[in-house]
Nanobody, 115 residues
Framework: QVKLVESGGGLVQAGGSLRLSCTASGSPVGAVAMAWYRQAPGKERELVASIVGGGTTNYADSVKGRFNISRDKYLKSTYLQMNNLKPEDTAVYLC?????????WGQGTQVTVSS
């Protein structure tokens, strides 16, 4: 059974940085696509960043230039480096991986940015 576990969230002041990690366990193969989403209270879940295929990345306009998504060579871990954090980045961050045509989600990690 595939399971995703995220870590790295926390409380940070505006302008600070955090690095989120997400690792898949229970799969003999790596993911073909990885992504980070976030959901703030009362708002819809939104795509923050993704990395697919040979390494093509995509970012939400609101985080371009501040966030960077990466992955390990085994395609079982993804990372989200978040710099120059803003209060509006406060949300639960969730990772998603596509492994053997099946989507898996992590449980989420809270990121809170104080002003």
């Amino acid at each position: 059974q595939v399971k995703l576990v995220e870590s790295g969230g926390g409380l940070v002041q505006a302008g600070g940085s955090l690095r989120l990690s997400c690792t898949a366990s229970g799969s003999p193969v790596g993911a073909v696509a990885m992504a980070w989403y976030r959901q703030a209270p009362g708002k819809e879940r939104e795509l923050v960043a993704s990395i697919v295929g040979g390494g093509t990345t995509n970012y939400a306009d609101s985080v371009k230039g501040r966030f960077n998504i990466s992955r390990d060579k085994y395609l079982k871990s993804t990372y989200l480096q978040m710099n120059n954090l803003k209060p509006e980045d406060t949300a639960v961050y969730l990772c998603k991986m596509v492994i053997r045509q099946t989507q898996y989600w992590g449980q989420g990690t809270q990121v809170t940015v104080s002003s």
